[in-house]
């Protein structure tokens, strides 16, 4: 869906003109950054705590032959952890974008590089991957900040399908309709995400601002049975980490050593 084939198809055959084309697109689609220099122990604590052990951070081992601290990421994720430092880079380059000293070209660059290090990852991960609709909903949030509402819905949608029970593939997209003035649309968006989990704290909240009563959802079944209860997203909560704004209060509470 997202592939670059798809995304360069339309430039035009001409070898320059299709380079300018292609360069312009990586811009606005945003490129995956290189390694993350002077990561200070605060940055390091508020972000995933697999982060340390991923390739790039010097303590990963080898694909066949990870180290010990690796191993228990490795055997979650899959092989696909062997990539996943790109996303911890765009965490630590969303911790710098989100800083109030930053400059709007220097917040618009990070943000940029965020992206492509995100879809880095998302395209070499199989449909499957336990972080997948995650990382779609970073993407959206991403494109949110950058004015891409329309990019961010294709994304939200796709963190949607790979996991239906997923709040925040909901809920984020639900705050921008909100805000926009769509609010009939918004209903009916966190109504479905509540009808697959009926327990999210932040769907809920917002469906009451939108005049619905959640004790009136009727929750979808699955596999013939209720849903199992997730809080607002929290079937990924191994793995998260505080938003930016908060990462500071957060650094202190947090270890960076241990899976």
Known sequence: MFSDAKRFSHCPDHRMAR?????GLWA???IASGQVKNVTPAEMAAVPRYCPYTHAFG???L?????????????MMGPTFW???HY??????????????????????????????YWYVAQRAPRDFILLPEIYAGIGEIELRRGRPQEANKVFAEARALKPDYSPGYSHWAEYLM????????????RTGLEYNPDAKTLREQYRLLGGNPSEIVPRAKDGKRAEPID???????????EPEDAAAGASRRSATTP
């Open 19 to 23: 380079l300018a084309c292609v360069i």
């Open 28 to 30: 606005l689609a945003g």
């Open 59 to 61: 303590r990963s081992g």
């Open 63 to 75: 694909p066949d032959s990870p180290s010990a601290e690796a191993k228990p990421w490795v055997a």
């Open 83 to 85: 990539h996943m430092h």
């Open 88 to 117: 911890c880079w765009g965490k630590l380059n969303l911790l710098r974008a989100m800083r109030s000293t930053a400059t709007e070209q220097e917040r618009n660059h990070l943000l940029g590089a965020v992206v492509g290090d």
């Open 179 to 190: 805000r926009s003035g769509q609010k009939a649309e918004a209903k009916q968006l966190v």
């Open 232 to 242: 607002d997203g929290e079937s990924l909560m191994l793995f998260e980490e505080p």
